[in-house]
């Protein structure tokens, strides 16, 4: 069953997630009789963390009643308020060109994997990242070129370092769903002397932008996903599909990022990983961001990230 974080009564809580409700995890524990106080600790009660286990038991318990025996635990899901599945990570980690056919609409090539590498780059965490339903802010610094991103996001659940493209899974918690917002041409200071860099760090800070990585609106834990590379993925604006694909179509697999990630950098339970886009980015169509938009992020067995443009 798929976990969220939200909000209800002014407290954050975890909940088991579906598209027309929330069950509170606390109160479907009381009614399990399982001993669970995870707080509003998503990461504790994925595979990895130290609630899982009775999550699980707790899990097992609702799925022997009906849902009308469950009716009084359940909070209709426009009574709560969704949040970011994990508020602060230590590391909000990001790939770029990591579809063929996303480097191929941009107007590259996609070379063989054994001949190069990921791209990663990083956003601010604590600026960045939005939660389901709250707005992508254009910014007025740049307003003209807001595009957008949908990406498999991976939410680290043990600390690894050193691990294998093989073992690289086990130390993962779940999969969730992210909108990599980029400003596509963001020029500080345009009267600028050029330097052979500024074109590298224009679309690098292009990506940090306050909102520019909505997240949720729930996890789908690892262990129910046992092939995370064939997940259908689609993208809508104002109801339009923008973005339609798979994540079969990754040059670098989930395994092979954690594995080259892991080898120079210790990741930490709760680490987001975005996993690249496919094609369909506006940038390639000349089509861009304004305000009154509602963007819809999709991926298949995890859910729908929704998010207005202001």
């Known amino acids: 069953m798929r976990l969220c974080r939200f ?5 954050a809580q975890v909940g088991f997630y579906s598209e027309e409700a929330v069950i509170p995890l606390a109160a479907a524990a009381e009614f399990a009789g399982v001993d669970v106080d995870a707080g509003d600790c998503l990461i504790s009660c994925l595979p990895g963390g130290k609630h899982r286990e009775q999550v699980l038991a707790v899990q097992a318990k609702l799925k022997n009643h009906m849902d009308e025996e469950l009716g009084e635990l359940k909070l209709g899901i426009d009574a709560v308020k969704l949040l970011v599945p994990n508020p602060n990570p230590t590391k909000l980690l990001l790939l770029a060109g990591n579809y063929a056919k996303h480097i191929e609409e941009g107007g590259g090539r996609a070379e063989e994997r054994a001949r190069t590498f990921p791209y990663v780059f990083m956003k601010p965490p604590l600026t960045t990242l939005t939660h389901p339903g709250d707005p992508v802010r254009i910014p007025e610094v740049s307003p003209d070129h807001v595009d957008w991103e949908l990406e498999l996001g991976v ?20 999969y969730t769903v992210i909108n990599d917002i980029s400003d596509r041409k963001f020029k500080p200071n345009p ?11 224009d679309w690098l800070h292009g990506k940090w932008h306050d909102t520019f990585c909505p997240m949720g609106p729930c996890v789908l834990p690892s262990d129910e996903c046992p092939d995370p590379q064939q997940l259908h993925l689609t993208l809508k604006v ?5 973005q ?3 994540t ?7 395994a092979a990022i954690v594995e080259f990630i892991s080898n120079f950098v210790t990741l930490e339970p709760g680490d987001i990983i975005s996993t690249g886009t496919t094609a369909g980015v506006g940038s390639a169509k000349g089509k861009f961001l304004k305000s009154g938009d509602t963007l819809e992020a999709s991926i298949e067995h995890i859910g729908v990230l929704r998010n207005p443009v202001v």
Request: aromatic share 8%.
């Open 7 to 11: 909000e209800h009564d002014g407290q």
């Open 155 to 174: 939410v680290i659940g043990r600390q690894a370092k050193g691990v294998s493209e093989a073992d690289a899974l086990d130390y993962v918690a779940g």
């Open 191 to 201: 009267g600028r002397a050029e330097r052979e860099k500024d074109g590298f760090f």
């Open 238 to 242: 104002n109801g339009e599909v923008e």
């Open 244 to 246: 339609d694909g798979s």
């Open 248 to 254: 079969a179509e990754m040059v670098f697999p989930v």
